[in-house]
């Protein structure tokens, strides 16, 4: 098997088939999933899709195209490969782009219309994208995933996020749907004699401590609150912390954007204090990775993904041997406990109708990617095979060192295949455990954005130009440059040159899907 895109497809027998095909489920791996003990074909070999009496049917031939971000390409020839074809019954093609050309070569596909059986789309609201689906080039998957016993997990939130017009045009790959928190040196609060915070008032206290209380008892004056960066991961947590919405909200039957929200003044005034107060490196407007001011023992607080507190900690460590981190998922305000939600997903996987040509076709490919999300497949494209690419030492997963065995996966790039994740076992210490467990706390609590499914075509055009716009106020009013009406300027002037465009584009194709 190459790894060469070719367009190559069969077309199912007939619609009956390509059903049994997506209810079947196979025996896995590592054993019976609660999914695989009540199908009638469990007992089957591997890779059948047969009843008693049916002989079994040939494996589909399907291409893929994704993107990759390692030397090495999935091994055609390894175990993980050769699984995947047979449990998913598939005869597979796999294109990798380098993650570096990636955008210049699904535009120039997309534009050529010789497209595989699915391509991975990072977004999806990209002019030509939303021009080639409203131009009818690929399926609409939405009515058909209720059919099948894995896509039917799919969440409604993440999925309104990749839809576009109100209908989905693609599957998603499934990541957390609300992944910042706060991640704290635990031994700076311990020799301060504060607890981790639960409120935005208990937040800035520990701030003041870790800059005012000798944190690192040293006997100098020499650390900062808060790490803070040129573009703030925290910013958009602390908004909904106050109050305020995730990037946009249906205000009175219209769209309306988070910095018209009272809730914006009052972070940026929140953000004012620290500054003010140096509570937050001063330099924050020009620094790129305010992370390695807390990985380097210089800062106390960092607001971002959780998944951060792993590698902070391993840095610390390096320089205070004795370092520990902590971490939680929100800081309560105004409104209670609640948390930024995102998109809960990276890139999708669209079908053209260009190169899957039928439905009995599209139904052949949907199965495909409905058998990806088995329990053991899920952790065989995430984690590798135990015995191969890891295996467990006191609990903890250890990567193999043997360059084959990496390979085999493409050095990790498998899990790029990977659309749901919701059965992937996770390895590793506390740290580890604790960023699970608080992903999941966010996920009940998460504001999402209720305008993530829709285009507006001003936004397109002008979006990074008029979100510059409210940037630079925000940083100048934090800084002390300008006031609330210096403020109230910048956002007349967005309005003026495009926003107020924005806002009723978004409202028209808001209220057109809700009617």
Known sequence: MNTTSKKAWIKSAALASAMAIAAGTLAGCGGDS????????????AGSTTQASTAPKAPFKMSLMLT????????TNGEIFKKLEERTNTKLTLTWIPSSTYSDKLSATVASGELPSAVLVLNQKLPYIVNAVRSGMFWEVGPYLKDYPNLSRMNKIALDAVSIDGKVYGLYRERDLARDGVMLRKDWLDNVGMQVPKTIDDFYNVLKAFVNNDPDK????????????????????????????ANWEIKDGKASPAHLSPAYKETMKFYKKLYTEKLINLDFAVVKDGKQL???NKAGAWVANLNDGQGIEEA??????????????????????????????????????????????????????????????????????????YKIENGNYVKTTDSKMLVEYGMG??????????????YGGPLYQLRDELYKKNASIAVANPLQS?????YSEKGSELDKIIEDARIKFIMGEIDEAGFDAAVAKWKKDGGDKIMEEYTAAYNKTKK
């Open 34 to 45: 609660k999914d695989n003990a009540a199908s009638p074909s469990a007992s089957s070999p």
């Open 413 to 426: 790039d498998s899990s790029q295949l990977a659309v749901l994740r919701d059965k992937v076992k996770g």
């Open 454 to 458: 829709y285009v507006s075509d001003t």
């Open 316 to 389: 610390v460590k390096k320089v205070v041997p004795t370092g520990a981190i902590t971490m939680t998922n929100t800081l309560e305000g105004p409104q209670g406990a609640k948390a930024a939600g995102g998109s809960g997903s990276y890139g999708l996987f669209m079908i053209p109708k260009t190169s899957v040509k039928t439905e009995a076709d599209l139904k052949s490919v949907l199965n495909f990617f409905d058998k990806l999300c088995d329990e053991d497949i899920q952790n065989m494209l995430v984690n590798g095979l135990e015995g191969r690419q």
């Open 68 to 75: 990759s971000y390692n030397p090495e390409f999935l091994d």
């Open 218 to 245: 040293n006997g100098k004056a020499d650390t900062t609150g808060m790490a803070e960066s040129q573009v703030s991961g925290s910013w958009n947590s602390m908004l909904v912390w106050h109050g305020g919405p």
């Open 294 to 296: 807390i990985n380097g």
